[in-house]
């Protein structure tokens, strides 16, 4: 057992492996129950932005676009987290009101779209259940409990909705990049079962022995830049709750050849 420092090495932890498997809910090889499992949801293709000079850094909580730094507790629900807070960042772009989205909603109600709830699931599996689904409720109206429950969505209660996604090239930090500075915060899947990962407090997180295709959490990035010692970072909110990493947030190698895999898996809601 290892007794640490931060956040969730306040609590004993066991086997690095089980914090990892209770921790990381992304999963791109869900069973599922719908035809999604076997025939993949496939959203817009990103057009880069012509003729835009992007600035050398963007950080989106300084915009009003990011919600507080939430906590999933032990539930592999991450990727509901990412799906929310890329939602709450273009629900604010689009209409100037940042309102928190209930994850406990996705939990329980996108199942059919081929999410597990707190056993995994995607954020673009999300954002088509949210579209046909015409919503999502509020936060503070659906709270969040941290295993699966009865659906329990309310129309009223909604606090916003999508029309789609658009998904980034898999693999391109130039496009991600592109979006990240002209569509706002973006949903994406890393590897984060390295124990570098789970140990993160400050400075750029860049681990050699990371895979960039085996991905297994949901995150969001809500900007990027680069730091005095010229090293290029992604500016990324995890859902582990203000005592890990840095308040909740790490910063991520970029231009280090996709490293953790930050752009195999982009993408982000269309309001």
Known sequence: RIKGSNGYHDIILQLHHEFVNTLNGFNRSLPGNSAFATEPLRGASFISPANVKLPNSVDWRDKGAVTPVKNQGHCGSCWSFSATGSLEGQHFRKTGFLVSLSEQNLIDCSTKYGNNGCNGGMMDFAFAYIKDNKGLDKEKLYPYRAHDEKCRYNPQNSGATDVGF??????????????????????????????????????VYYEPMCSNETLDHGVLVVGYGTDEDNQDYWIVKNSWGLTWGDDGYIKMARNRDNNCGVATSASYPLV
Do not use: C, N, R
């Open 166 to 203: 658009t998904d980034i090239e898999s693999g391109s930090e130039d496009q991600l990049m592109e979006a990240v500075a002209t569509i706002g915060p973006v949903s994406i899947a890393i590897d984060a079962s390295q124990e570098s990962f789970q140990f993160y407090k400050t400075g």
